[in-house]
């Protein structure tokens, strides 16, 4: 079912549309537990349990915790031309700074600004007080290596590495999109910003509809190319990384968001307990459905199976649909 372009809540709630309070309310709150919370909140966490649990993510090149760690930071970034910092418990991409490579003593950004050790420092100050994190509370800055993407994504996205967002509940892919980066939103994959969202098929990874600021788009704004050629490389191995999530947080309501390496494939970049809606927007078609036909299925029949078997499951029952 399309989504209608103008219409009532009723409307909306008759095609299937899930709500913030529904969310809210009738998902979040009743199948993520307050404790798990930490194992998604903070990237470092994530990071440190997905690699308990075998499942890959970007190399980690160090961690600054405290303010006297800053004059060390020549000297972690010295081996590295390329490489991104970011705020352990950041939200909505604020505090990643993404470095492409270098020029003498300056440190290039995608857009070719150069930054000096001084400002970098001062971005890692900022960060540990608490700049982009949830609350205000203080936090680490993770340096990490900077992912070299697939050269598939040829003409997708500009000046950043486009991500997958699958939403996932009780361990079932429920739906997924693909967050590519504009001009409009400075090479990040935010769709706030102005990323184009791509809604992508659970059975082909190929896109089925695209969206920018809420309005469907046929065409990247920057490069021209054709959205409707977007195929995610290595699907079933991506889909099957983000259903694995599950049992590695115990987070019932998941975001999980991966992005494709040239070198090392799908890598699970980040974890989201509060995903949000725009996923709807992107496919042009409601979650409220898939999630209810998830929560009728009998306690015996969900235990009994099995990450391959739920990724199987959600491809019968969601897959090849608009």
């Known amino acids: 079912m399309r989504l209608p372009k103008l219409s009532s809540p009723a409307a909306l709630r008759r095609a299937g549309v899930l709500g913030m309070n529904q969310r809210n309310g ?42 006297h760690e800053v004059n060390r930071l020549a000297e972690l970034l010295a081996p590295h031309d390329q490489l991104v910092i970011k705020p352990s418990q950041g939200s909505a991409g604020k505090g990643i700074l993404v470095i492409m490579g270098r020029d003498g003593d300056s440190y290039l950004k995608p857009s070719k600004e150069a930054l000096s050790l001084t400002d970098i420092r001062r971005h890692v100050n900022n960060t540990l007080s608490g700049l982009y994190s949830l609350g205000g509370r203080n936090d680490k800055a993770m340096v990490e290596a900077l992912i070299q993407f697939s050269d598939a994504f040829e003409g997708f996205s500009y000046q950043g590495v486009p991500d997958v967002r699958v939403v996932v509940f009780r361990g079932y892919p429920v739906m997924a999109m693909m967050r590519l980066s504009t001009e409009a939103s400075d090479g990040k994959a935010n769709l706030h910003q102005g990323a184009v969202g791509a809604g992508i098929d659970l059975i082909t990874g190929r896109a089925s509809a695209a969206v920018q600021f ?5 065409h990247h704004p920057d490069t021209g190319r054709a959205l409707a050629e977007l195929v995610v490389p290595q699907w079933d191995e991506l889909i099957l990384l ?13 975001g999980a968001d991966i992005v494709l390496d040239r070198e090392r494939g799908p890598l699970l970049l980040e974890l989201n307990a509060r995903p949000g809606l725009a996923i709807q927007i992107a496919n042009q078609t409601g979650l409220q459905p898939r999630l209810e036909r998830i929560e009728q299925l009998s306690r015996r029949d969900h235990m009994m199976m099995q990450a391959e078997d739920r990724v199987a499951f959600s491809r019968r029952e969601f897959g090849g649909k608009p």
Request: glycine share 6%; net charge negative.
């Open 26 to 67: 009738g998902f979040i709150a009743q199948y993520n537990r307050r404790e798990h919370y930490p194992r998604v909140d903070d990237k470092l966490t994530t990071k440190r349990l997905a690699e308990e649990f075998g499942i890959p993510v970007p190399q980690l090149y160090g961690v600054v915790e405290r303010q």
């Open 214 to 218: 809420d309005r469907p788009v046929e």
């Open 242 to 254: 983000a259903t694995r999530c599950y049992e590695m947080t115990e987070i019932g309501y998941l």
